[in-house]
Structures are given as C-alpha cells and as structure tokens.
C-alpha cells in the first residue's frame, strides 16, 4: 500500500533557525513528489513538484530535494511568516491521486 | 489558487439533509479532483473528473455521495442523508495535464449537526 509519512509532526523554530521537514515514502512507480503550504482555514497552495531522485528545487528560503525513499524541504533563516502546515503528497504512475502526508506543522517565533 | 472558486465556504447541515459543495476551475482546466481533509487526518483523495466524465472514483464512499462535472458550469459534489462522521473540510483542485495537482480552492468546511 502506498505510504507517504511527514516527520516531525510539529516542529517550533526560532525566526532564522534553520531546519528540515521529512516526508518519507513507500510507493511503486513514482510519478511525481509535491509539496504544498496549507495555512488554517485555507487550501493547500502549491510549492514544488520533484520527478526524480536527485532533482532539488528552491523558492525563497525553501528547498526541496529528493531520494529515492524520502524527500526533504529545507527551510533556511525562517521567518514567522513560513509558519503553516507543510503537506507532502506522492503521485504514482498510471494514477491521477495525491497521497498526501498528514503534514508538519512549523511555528517560526520572532 | 485564487482562481480555483469554491462554494459555500462553509456549510452547516442538520443529519439527514443534503448537502451540495460546489467547484469552479481556473479558465482553461478540465480537470477537477475533490478531496477531503477530517481533523487530524491527512488529505483524502475521493474522485477524479473530466467534463461529463467520471475518471476514478475510488476513493468515493460507495452510498450517499456522488459527483458530476457537467460540460457548462460547476463540477459538484453532493452527499445525501449527511452524517455527523461527514463532518470535514472538502477540496477541489484543478489543472489540465501534467501539473493537474497544482492548484487547490480554499474549501467547503461542512459541519453536520
């Protein structure tokens, strides 16, 4: 069965302590990687998409990378603004599907 | 995602009653994916549309819930008899081709009382 797991659950930061969420996955074929931002009350918006190991993507002070088995983002010299859920989803092939982690919740304190 | 629409924003329900979450896409996109988040949960995929298709609908609830996506507005996804287990924050999201998963609307928050 196709597993995606986000670690830590929650993770408190002080505003420019640098750190990184994991989200480790288990699926066949993977398709595609993603990563969203989900702020309460609001729909998930749209970070990266990873296809291959080894691939890396930045925005800002974010940084995704990829392996084969998990996929990390890093976040550098944060801001209280970056705090939000941090979701990760995988897309296998021959599906149309997010699976979806149950997210990190980073607080940045000023 | 501010162009993904989504309507209402929130929605209370008494058990027993219908309930209709609306989806508008972003102009161009043809493809709409519903979703639905329970408190604590992760995101939950539920079914897969095209215009006047049903692509994948295997994460649907096989009673009391269905979906549409007509060739002229919305696409719709509507739970009869609610339930208090219904409870949940419903999402669409919308795209055509490879980066289909890119854009989400806000969501229906549906309290069932």
């Known amino acids: 069965e196709d597993q995606v797991t986000q670690s830590p659950e929650a993770l408190r930061l002080q505003e420019g302590e640098s750190s990184s969420l994991n989200c480790s996955y288990t699926?066949?074929?993977?398709?595609?990687l993603f990563w969203y931002r989900q702020d309460p009350g609001k729909g998930p918006e749209f970070l990266f998409t990873?296809?291959?190991a080894g691939e890396e993507k930045e925005k800002e002070r974010l940084k995704a990378t990829l392996t084969k088995k998990e996929s990390f983002l890093h976040i550098t010299a944060p801001k209280p603004e970056d705090s939000a859920t941090y979701l990760c989803?995988?897309?296998?092939?021959?599906?149309?599907?997010?699976?979806f982690g149950k997210g990190t919740k980073l607080t940045v304190n000023p | 995602n501010a162009g993904v629409m989504q309507n209402p924003r929130h929605l209370v329900r008494r058990r027993g009653q219908e309930a209709r979450l609306r989806c508008s896409p972003m102009?161009?996109?043809?493809?709409v994916y519903w979703y639905r988040q329970l408190p604590e949960e992760g995101l939950k995929f539920m079914v897969y549309?095209?215009?006047?298709?049903?692509?994948?609908e295997s994460g649907m609830p096989k009673e009391r819930f269905s979906a549409e996506f007509p060739k002229e507005g919305p696409s719709i996804l509507r739970i009869q008899q609610v339930v208090r287990g219904d409870s949940a924050a419903y999402f669409c999201?919308?795209?055509?081709?490879?980066?289909?998963?890119?854009?989400f609307g806000q969501g229906t928050r549906l309290t069932v009382v």
């Open positions: 989803a995988v897309l296998k092939g021959g599906s149309e599907k997010l699976v």
């Open positions: 699926v066949s074929g993977l398709r595609g």
């Open positions: 990873l296809y291959s």
């Open positions: 102009k161009g996109h043809s493809h």
């Open positions: 549309l095209q215009k006047e298709n049903i692509i994948d």
């Open positions: 999201a919308t795209g055509v081709g490879s980066r289909t998963e890119a854009f």
